[in-house]
């Protein structure tokens, strides 16, 4: 199947749910004000998702989107919301009682941390996002939660910082993988600022 994957930074999430498992859905979040190619929406719904809901703050990012789910023979599963992720979620948990109802959550915000200086509000913008999606996971689900700010990164307080956010709503988490850029993504020795990607997987409890 024709598919097309470049770099993504959108700002919304998607919701798959299982046909062996009607009850559970599992959304994926992603977050940027810049311009942004379109989101891999195709990966759920070739995985066997029955519903992927894409939601994103760029109207040209959902049509993207859109047009991917077209080459990927999947759009009758996609259907796509213009909102911005951090809004949604909290309407998700206040509105639609949706806490505990999610199989897999994927947060990936965009670089909130420029430069060390901005650490520390990053920091609490950070921990407020993976609060919300901590709390739209069930027990057992897990959340892929990423940073491509450098500053994050290089810090090595991501994980103490996803803790927290569990910690603030009465979840814990176990890790399950904590990972960087891909192999193709390749790091200069003579440039380690160029380590800005983290990848963690946690399972929620």
Known sequence: RAQRRRRRSTNGWRRCESPQSPSRRTRRWRSSTRPST?????????????????????????????????????AD??????SDVKS??????????????????ILDPPK???TRASLAKATHH????NALALQLVRPGGLLMTCSCSGAMTQSHEFEGMVAEAAAEVGRSATTLRHAGAAPDHTLSLSFPEGEYLTNLLVCVH
């Open 38 to 74: 379109a989101p891999p929406s195709s990966s759920p719904s070739l995985g066997g998702a029955a519903e992927v809901v894409g939601v994103d703050s760029s109207a040209p990012a959902l049509a993207r989107a859109e047009q991917n789910a077209q080459l990927n023979q999947t």
């Open 77 to 82: 599963v996609c259907r796509w919301e213009l």
């Open 88 to 105: 949604y979620m909290q309407h998700a948990l206040r509105d639609r009682n949706e806490a505990g109802q999610f199989d897999v959550v």
């Open 126 to 129: 950070y921990r407020k996002l």
């Open 112 to 114: 909130l941390a420029p």
